[in-house]
Each structure stands twice: as structure tokens, then as C-alpha cells.
């Protein structure tokens, strides 16, 4: 199964959108582009795997794997990239400005809902960004 995520790059955030099969999950928001450099930048295009990962901060949540120079970059819930990001991907329901949205913890419920059940099978997951 492959997940794409199309971006939109601002001086201040990055704003995207999350899809299966060409269906939307939901919207996404991270980092402004900062030449991939860690805890400040988004996480270069191309195509990675997911992985399921459970924290004691974020319970279960989504691992982004094998992206270059870079750890645990997540998918985890967040309102204000800038505020709230190290690098990872934050689900949000509704986008309010570069690199801002709404309700991110009902998005990030829902990309688990149809995401998990796959991984939970033995599926592979990947996730191409755009």
C-alpha cells in the first residue's frame, strides 16, 4: 500500500495532503524546507517506509524509516509545526496557514484507522512525497 503525500512549500511551513488509492485521509503540516537539516526542516521527497511505534509521549503512532541523515521522524499529532515539529508530520483535519491546521488529533485517529489494520496483516506501507 502506498501512501502519497503532496506538498506545498512556504517560507514558514509546509502544507500537504495525504492520500490512498487517490482517496484523501487527511491534510498535513510540517517544517519549511531547510535542506533537510535536523529538528528544523522537513524530510527530503522520495519514498519511504512506514512503521508502526509506540512512546510513552504519543502512545501508537507511524515511523517514517531510512530517511537520509535523520531518526525518528514520526507522524504524530500537532497544530503549529514551528511550535510542535522536530522534523516529523503532523495529521491535521483542516489547514489554517503555512504549516498550521486544526484537529489534529481526529486526523491523526483516522490516518491510524486505515493505516494500522494494514500494517497489523504483515502489509508494507510506504509513503511517497511529492
Known amino acids: 500500500m ?10 514558514t511551513g509546509s502544507n500537504g ?5 487517490g482517496h484523501k485521509i487527511c491534510h498535513t503540516i510540517e517544517l519549511p524546507w531547510r535542506d533537510n537539516q535536523k529538528r528544523i526542516s522537513c ?3 522520495g519514498t519511504y517506509r512506514l512503521k508502526k511505534r509506540y512512546s510513552r509521549k504519543f502512545k501508537w503512532h507511524l515511523e517514517v524509516v531510512n530517511v537520509k541523515n535523520r531518526a525518528l521522524i514520526l507522524f504524530h499529532p500537532a497544530n503549529d509545526a514551528l511550535k510542535e515539529l522536530n522534523g ?4 491535521v483535519s483542516e489547514l489554517t496557514g503555512e504549516g498550521k491546521g486544526l484537529r489534529s488529533r481526529i486526523a491523526f485517529e483516522r490516518l491510524k484507522e486505515v493505516i494500522f489494520p494494514y500494517l497489523e496483516k504483515g502489509y ?3 509513503l511517497t512525497i511529492k
Open 2 to 11: 502506498e501512501l502519497v503525500l503532496k506538498r506545498q512549500y512556504f517560507p
Open 17 to 21: 495532503t495525504l492520500s490512498v488509492n
Open 43 to 45: 524530510i527530503p521527497e
Open 88 to 91: 516529523c508530520i503532523a495529521p
Open 124 to 126: 508494507t506501507i510506504t
